[in-house]
């Protein structure tokens, strides 16, 4: 599932490489999103975003299998997040759906994404590939809110393949794609209803499942496991894919065409000691 160890663990970017050393790969990941499709990126269609949404992270009660399946209890007890899209070509287009739902245990973060999808696509299998090409769900994360200008991208496909990286702003801007980091332990699950890059029927959606130990967070500062009350902030996308697909979002990046990497709009997550599905949770 992921590629072999190029770097040190303790160095989040390879801060070892010389910038001139920076790759192709990494200068994608570095430009973000308007790269990859120019001046063919849908336009704004919702409302300048007004406060930051919040979200509370409640503790796995009887356990989550990372199977690409959201039929756990637990699942059906957690929160929704139904994800926006800021950003459509035309207005009348029928939005596609995404939901996710989040959980933790002392070792793991998991979240869940369920994707309707008309016309599901993927190919790249390769970690650290440009995922964020295809039909591909993420999340940017911090531990520490009060720098939310140094976070971790999971960019995961519908094959389940990760690019995973930490990423840095100085001056307004982004200084590095850090794909050479790489993540320990993730685990990734997802199942299609559909055909799987064949675009001549419609395709019902997908449903990707992850685990990230929380180990991967320790880089960045911030309390590595959470503790109750404990709050990060955090973004969770999806990418439109090549095929009539739409740039969605939890937190509203305020952007006026598709833009994920704006930290300072990043959601707000709060970690509870509250087992998901106790009466007094809702
Ligand atoms: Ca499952
Ligand atoms: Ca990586």
């Given at each position: 599932m992921r590629g072999a160890r190029?770097?040190?663990?303790?160095?989040p970017i390879g801060r070892d490489a010389s910038p001139r050393l920076v790759t192709a790969a990494a200068l994608l990941v570095l430009t973000?999103?308007?790269?990859?499709a120019g001046d063919n990126l849908p336009g704004r269609v919702l409302p300048a975003p007004s406060e930051l949404p919040s979200y509370t992270i409640e503790r796995v009660s009887s356990g989550i299998t990372v199977d690409g399946r959201a039929d756990e209890p637990d699942w059906k007890a957690a929160a929704v997040i139904e994800l926006i899209?800021?950003?459509?070509?035309?207005?009348?287009e029928p939005v596609q759906a995404t939901e996710a739902r989040m959980l933790w245990s002392p070792e793991d973060l998991f979240i869940v994404y369920k994707c309707a999808d008309p016309f599901i696509g993927a190919e790249i299998v390769e970690h650290d590939g440009a995922t964020y090409l295809e039909d591909t769900v993420e999340i940017f994360a911090t531990p520490n809110a009060d720098d939310v200008y140094n976070y971790y991208g999971y960019e995961m496909n519908v094959l389940g393949t990760l690019l995973d990286y930490v990423t840095f702003w100085r001056d307004g801007e982004r200084l590095s794609g850090g794909s050479g980091w790489q993540s320990e332990g993730v685990r990734i699950a997802t199942t299609i209803d559909g055909t799987l890059n064949d675009h001549s029927d419609k395709d019902s959606g997908w449903i990707l499942e992850i685990a990230i130990p929380f180990d991967n967070f320790r880089h960045l500062g911030g309390r590595i496991p959470p503790r109750d009350g404990d709050r990060w902030r955090l973004n969770l996308n999806r990418c439109a894919g090549r095929t009539a697909g739409q740039y969605a979002m939890w937190?509203?990046?305020?952007?006026?065409?598709?833009?994920?990497?704006?930290?300072?709009?990043f959601g707000v997550a709060v970690f509870s000691e509250r087992a998901t599905g106790a009466a007094d949770s809702r």
């Amino acid at each position: 599932m992921r590629g072999a160890r190029r770097r040190r663990p303790d160095s989040p970017i390879g801060r070892d490489a010389s910038p001139r050393l920076v790759t192709a790969a990494a200068l994608l990941v570095l430009t973000g999103l308007p790269l990859q499709a120019g001046d063919n990126l849908p336009g704004r269609v919702l409302p300048a975003p007004s406060e930051l949404p919040s979200y509370t992270i409640e503790r796995v009660s009887s356990g989550i299998t990372v199977d690409g399946r959201a039929d756990e209890p637990d699942w059906k007890a957690a929160a929704v997040i139904e994800l926006i899209v800021p950003w459509l070509h035309d207005e009348a287009e029928p939005v596609q759906a995404t939901e996710a739902r989040m959980l933790w245990s002392p070792e793991d973060l998991f979240i869940v994404y369920k994707c309707a999808d008309p016309f599901i696509g993927a190919e790249i299998v390769e970690h650290d590939g440009a995922t964020y090409l295809e039909d591909t769900v993420e999340i940017f994360a911090t531990p520490n809110a009060d720098d939310v200008y140094n976070y971790y991208g999971y960019e995961m496909n519908v094959l389940g393949t990760l690019l995973d990286y930490v990423t840095f702003w100085r001056d307004g801007e982004r200084l590095s794609g850090g794909s050479g980091w790489q993540s320990e332990g993730v685990r990734i699950a997802t199942t299609i209803d559909g055909t799987l890059n064949d675009h001549s029927d419609k395709d019902s959606g997908w449903i990707l499942e992850i685990a990230i130990p929380f180990d991967n967070f320790r880089h960045l500062g911030g309390r590595i496991p959470p503790r109750d009350g404990d709050r990060w902030r955090l973004n969770l996308n999806r990418c439109a894919g090549r095929t009539a697909g739409q740039y969605a979002m939890w937190s509203d990046s305020g952007t006026p065409k598709p833009q994920f990497h704006v930290p300072e709009r990043f959601g707000v997550a709060v970690f509870s000691e509250r087992a998901t599905g106790a009466a007094d949770s809702r």
